[in-house]
Nanobody
Framework: QAQLVESGGGLVQAGGSLRLSCTAS????????QGWYRQAPGMQREMVASIGRDGDTFYANSVKGRFTISRDNAKNTWWLQMNSLQSEDTAVYYC??????????????WGRGTQVTVSS
């Protein structure tokens, strides 16, 4: 099995920045895509950013221009750089991978989540 571990959450003031990181370990044949999701209290989990096999990126409209996803496939690590944070960004952030552990098929893997709190 594979595991995803994210880190980098914390408490920041509005306008500040944080960088989240996620590293996949264990059985990893390949990763098709990586991403970041978040879930705020009372809200559905939403995709914040993703990066596909060919490097194509997607961002939620609410974070475009402020967040940047990047990765190092050789290290099975990806990051979410969050700038100009607003109170609306407060949520638990989860890293995600479309991951093939054994070379058979891809599955969804999730980190445990890291809390990001933005004070105003």
């Amino acid at each position: 099995q594979a595991q995803l571990v994210e880190s980098g959450g914390g408490l920041v003031q509005a306008g500040g920045s944080l960088r989240l990181s996620c590293t996949a370990s264990g059985s990893i044949h390949s990763i098709n895509a990586q991403g970041w999701y978040r879930q705020a209290p009372g809200m559905q989990r939403e995709m914040v950013a993703s990066i596909g096999r060919d490097g194509d990126t997607f961002y939620a409209n609410s974070v475009k221009g402020r967040f940047t996803i990047s990765r190092d496939n050789a290290k099975n690590t990806w990051w979410l750089q969050m700038n100009s944070l607003q109170s609306e960004d407060t949520a638990v952030y989860y890293c995600h991978a479309d991951l093939n552990p054994l070379g058979f098929y891809y599955q969804d893997y999730w980190g445990r989540g890291t809390q990001v709190t933005v004070s105003s």
